[in-house]
């Protein structure tokens, strides 16, 4: 039995690693970029895991002098995205790519809304059949966007994601009241932050290729009323069309002064 079940795992790890490495090829032409190396892919199996708590790959860099980064993916990771499997891996390729252009002036985890919202901004251009990162194009709410794993329409997707948001959130936040340490509140800090850039990201890319009105899919109050508008101010910056370190370092410290209010409110209750 446990034989089967390593021939299994091995046939799952070939085959998803031969997709990553021609993924890969197509990243670095897509975005121009030839020289981009690959890290070795390490496997995780998180498959019974909330898909909101867990990423299903993610790039992993110490912060230390000799930082290196680690690819983790998710084992079964084919049959979970289904046809979002490409726009997925764009979006944590993205991650190397901003490693290895910001790595001498920054850590990851201090662009860590940038790159998040780089790379959300990324898989959106290759869900949406973008042929290249510097392709410009009208996208239609009709359009079919490959994300998740069924096909569906673009409006449809937007319509649900906001929704989900709608309902996700104050669970997210009452789980948090139910245990409110410091710890936790970073935690949770930590997840608001990551899907606000998701979703502002997707906001953005409508705003940038979509030629038809949107306004009634999307909420621009979602996660800034928790953050208050250094939230909104980061976004202003986060959709800069030329980004340079002074950007990232004005939305580093906004990051820095919404990490350290959010705490605060934790602490007093008024979360």
Same mark, same amino acid.
């Given at each position: 039995?446990?034989?089967?079940?390593?021939?299994?795992?091995?046939?799952?790890?070939?085959?998803?690693?031969?997709?990553?490495?021609?993924?890969?090829?197509?990243?670095?032409?897509?975005?121009?970029?030839?020289?981009?190396?690959?890290?070795?892919?390490?496997?995780?199996?998180?498959?019974?895991?909330?898909?909101?708590?867990?990423?299903?790959?993610?790039?992993?860099?110490?912060?230390?002098?000799?930082?290196?980064?680690?690819?983790?993916?998710?084992?079964?990771?084919?049959?979970?995205?289904?046809?979002?499997?490409?726009?997925?891996?764009?979006?944590?390729? =993205?991650? *190397?790519? %901003? @490693?290895?252009?910001?790595? !001498? /002036?920054?850590?990851?985890?201090? &662009?860590?809304?940038?790159?998040?919202?780089?790379?959300?901004?990324?898989?959106?251009?290759?869900?949406?059949?973008?042929?290249?990162?510097?392709?410009?194009?009208?996208?239609?709410?009709?359009?079919?966007?490959?994300?998740?794993?069924?096909? =569906?329409? *673009?409006? %449809? @997707?937007?319509?649900?994601? !906001? /929704?989900?948001?709608?309902?996700? &959130?104050?669970?997210?936040?009452?789980?948090?009241?139910?245990?409110?340490?410091?710890?936790?509140?970073?935690?949770?800090?930590?997840?608001?932050?990551?899907?606000?850039?998701?979703?502002?990201?997707?906001?953005?890319?409508?705003?940038?290729?979509?030629?038809?009105?949107?306004?009634?899919?999307?909420?621009?109050?979602?996660?800034?009323?928790?953050?208050?508008?250094?939230?909104?101010?980061?976004?202003?910056?986060?959709?800069?069309?030329?980004?340079?370190?002074?950007?990232?370092?004005?939305?580093?410290?906004?990051?820095?002064?919404?990490?350290?209010?959010?705490?605060?409110?934790?602490?007093?209750?008024?979360?």
């Amino acid at each position: 039995m446990k034989k089967n079940k390593d021939k299994m795992q091995f046939l799952f790890k070939q085959k998803l690693i031969g997709v990553i490495k021609n993924l890969f090829e197509e990243f670095k032409i897509f975005i121009n970029y030839p020289d981009l190396v690959l890290p070795e892919i390490e496997f995780i199996n998180v498959f019974q895991s909330d898909r909101y708590n867990i990423s299903p790959s993610y790039v992993m860099i110490t912060d230390s002098a000799n930082q290196k980064p680690r690819f983790k993916t998710e084992l079964l990771n084919l049959p979970m995205l289904g046809v979002g499997v490409q726009s997925h891996y764009f979006h944590e390729f =993205t991650h *190397l790519w %901003d @490693y290895n252009t910001y790595k !001498t /002036s920054f850590n990851l985890s201090d &662009i860590s809304l940038y790159t998040e919202f780089h790379a959300t901004s990324i898989g959106m251009k290759k869900a949406m059949k973008f042929t290249s990162n510097s392709e410009i194009k009208k996208v239609y709410l009709y359009d079919e966007i490959f994300i998740e794993e069924k096909v =569906t329409r *673009l409006d %449809d @997707y937007m319509r649900k994601l !906001t /929704s989900d948001y709608h309902h996700q &959130i104050p669970i997210w936040i009452n789980k948090f009241k139910s245990n409110n340490t410091p710890e936790n509140a970073a935690r949770l800090c930590s997840k608001l932050l990551n899907h606000y850039t998701y979703y502002f990201s997707k906001v953005n890319f409508l705003n940038l290729y979509c030629n038809d009105n949107f306004v009634n899919l999307i909420d621009y109050c979602l996660f800034i009323d928790i953050f208050s508008n250094k939230a909104k101010e980061a976004y202003e910056l986060l959709k800069s069309p030329i980004i340079d370190d002074s950007i990232l370092n004005e939305i580093k410290n906004l990051k820095n002064e919404i990490v350290i209010n959010f705490a605060r409110r934790c602490k007093n209750g008024s979360i």
